[in-house]
């Protein structure tokens, strides 16, 4: 039995990791459409969100069977319970990079940003894209150092978000509501990716130590 179970936590590690990095693909794919105002690929990223929701579905049904077939207890219970919360969080990383493909395919043919912030979103795409691959690398690895560096990461995506609210608060805004509502929901989008990012590199530090992060100054 405890071979059966390893086995098939390693298959729903390997599954995780793939959808990781199917959600970071998408968020380069969906950005480069954003700045290109490339229609084409915007529907590609779209129609290839179906490929992440079935591999949520798959994540999800071998996690409860693993709940359900082998009644996991501690350390074994902590890993089955990391990984359904680490599925919610890979699901909305792949949501987020379809929301900004659909920014995107609205907006066409025009492009959804003022040239202002083209440099703003390409290094939050920058960012967004280099921690979907460590969260699919920390998920594949389980290397609770690796899982900590995500957090470093997302300073930078916070300081380019804060950034992107002066520019928006500052008289000099020429590009109209309809555009400053797009940066905002954008920059939004972008924040929210790298969060779930630095959520999954905290499950994991969770699924290794048993502990998770922010637990030791609260003791």
Known sequence: MRVIYNEQMADLA???????????????????????ADLALAEQVISDHDQIGG???????????????????????RQVVSAIQIVADVNRMGALALHVAKVARRRHPNHALPEAVNGYFAEMGRIAVNMGAGA????????????????????????LHRHLFTLLMDREWKYGVASAVDVTL??????RFADHA?????RVIFLV??????DEDDA
């Open 198 to 202: 630095v959520e999954i590199g905290r």
């Open 14 to 36: 390997n599954l995780l990791g793939d959808m990781a990095g199917l959600a970071g693909k998408a968020m380069e794919q969906a950005t480069q459409s954003l700045l290109q």
């Open 136 to 159: 699919k690398e920390v998920l594949e690895t389980r290397d609770p150092e690796r899982a900590a560096q995500l957090n470093t990461d997302d300073e930078a995506m916070d300081d």
């Open 209 to 214: 130590t048993g502990v998770l992060p922010g």
């Open 186 to 191: 954008l920059g939004r989008y972008y924040e």
């Open 55 to 77: 591999k949520i579905a798959e994540a999800e049904e071998k996690a409860f069977a693993l709940l359900a077939l082998q009644a996991p207890v501690a350390g074994d219970l």
